[in-house]
T-cell receptor, first 115, second 113 residues
Framework: AQTVTQSQPEMSVQEAETVTLSCTYD???????LFWYKQPPSRQMILVIR??????QNATENRFSVNFQKAAKSFSLKISDSQLGDAAMYFC????????????FGTGTRLTIIP | NAGVMQNPRHLVRRRGQEARLRCSPM?????VYWYRQLPEEGLKFMVY????????ESGMPKERFSAEFPKEGPSILRIQQVVRGDSAAYFC???????????FGSGTQLSVL
């Protein structure tokens, strides 16, 4: 079974600075998807970024980028120029190549932005 | 285009009662997924449905839990004879196809007294 590990329960960063959230996973598959989701206090899960394992290029979305190391099974999220609105729980998730139905989530990292 | 709509947002039930959670997927989406989030944990997959069909219910407890997605109307997650351990946030998500982007609702927080 796939597992996703987020070893940082809490992180904090000064506004406008850069922060990196860690995620490692375990799988025997070669094709799969990786995701970072943001969960603000409103509770809604918001997709931040998605990476397809067969793509070597790291995905980016504006201030958000990932460092995908397939051999190391590592998938970290970098947030540049942190803003107060980035404060939330961040979940790393794994999805197999067949679809969305069995996403495996990590336990999350609570990110605090210090003004 | 409205997002995934879940209601109620909060639901309080006493032990032994039934809980019905509703999910209206995004317009044009025929794939619906239910996840459960226990306090301080990530989401756990429960069930995957397409219109009128349960595709995968491997994450659903074998007893008391059921889900449906009828031809007309929202998807329903039903929990019979609730117990305190059922207290959690239940999230619904939808997609246009299996590998398309997944959109989540804001969840239903179920509290069992």
């Amino acid at each position: 079974a796939q597992t996703v590990t987020q070893s940082q329960p809490e992180m904090s960063v000064q506004e406008a600075e850069t922060v990196t959230l860690s995620c490692t996973y375990d799988t025997s598959e070669s094709d799969y998807y990786l995701f970072w989701y943001k969960q603000p206090p409103s509770r809604q899960m918001i997709l931040v970024i998605r990476q397809e394992a067969y793509k070597q290029q790291n995905a980016t979305e504006n201030r958000f980028s990932v460092n995908f190391q397939k051999a190391a099974k590592s998938f970290s999220l970098k947030i540049s120029d942190s803003q107060l609105g980035d404060a939330a729980m961040y979940f790393c998730a794994y999805g197999d190549n067949f679809g969305n139905e069995k996403l495996t989530f990590g336990t999350g990292t609570r990110l605090t932005i210090i003004p | 285009n409205a997002g995934v709509m879940q209601n109620p947002r909060h639901l309080v039930r006493r032990r032994g009662q039934e809980a019905r959670l509703r999910c209206s997927p995004m317009k044009g989406h025929s794939h619906v997924y239910w996840y459960r989030q226990l306090p301080e944990e990530g989401l756990k997959f429960m069930v995957y449905l397409q219109k009128e069909n349960i595709i995968d219910e491997s994450g659903m407890p074998k007893e008391r839990f059921s889900a449906e997605f009828p031809k007309e109307g929202p998807s329903i997650l039903r929990i019979q004879q609730v117990v305190r351990g059922d207290s959690a946030a239940y999230f619904c998500a939808s997609s246009q196809d299996r590998n398309e982007k997944l959109f989540f609702g804001s969840g239903t927080q179920l509290s069992v007294l």
